[in-house]
Nanobody, 123 residues
Framework: QVQLTESGGGLVRVGDSLRVSCAAS???????MGWFRQAPGKEREFVAG????????SYADSVRGRFTISRDNAKNTVSLQMNSLKAEDTAVYYC?????????????????WGQGTQVTVSS
């Protein structure tokens, strides 16, 4: 099993920056970590993903150039630095982990999930 604990959400204004982090524990080897988000009334969508070994990354078009995902292998943590935030970035942000290669955007292909952290961007 893998336990994922997010932190760092909050209320910011348009144009601000915010960093959310996810700590992984449980001892099970995971291949990659990802961030998804879900706004009210919308489906959960892929934001960014990163592999533990080579640090390969993938981003949704809507956040590329504004968000940066990074990992700290020694601490088993993954962070998402969000810059130039927009009102449409408002959502609950979920950390996810998968056991097999790839960084798919389909949330059903990710095995483990955190409880989520709220990010609200006010205009």
């Amino acid at each position: 099993q893998v336990q994922l604990t997010e932190s760092g959400g909050g209320l910011v204004r348009v144009g601000d920056s915010l960093r959310v982090s996810c700590a992984a524990s449980g001892g099970t080897f995971t291949y990659a970590m990802g961030w998804f988000r879900q706004a009210p009334g919308k489906e959960r969508e892929f934001v960014a993903g990163i592999t533990w070994n080579f640090g390969s990354t993938s981003y949704a078009d809507s956040v590329r150039g504004r968000f940066t995902i990074s990992r700290d292998n020694a601490k088993n943590t993954v962070s998402l630095q969000m810059n130039s935030l927009k009102a449409e970035d408002t959502a609950v942000y979920y950390c996810a982990a998968r056991l097999t290669p790839g960084l798919p955007s389909d949330p059903q292909r990710w095995a483990f999930w955190g409880q989520g952290t709220q990010v609200t961007v006010s205009s």
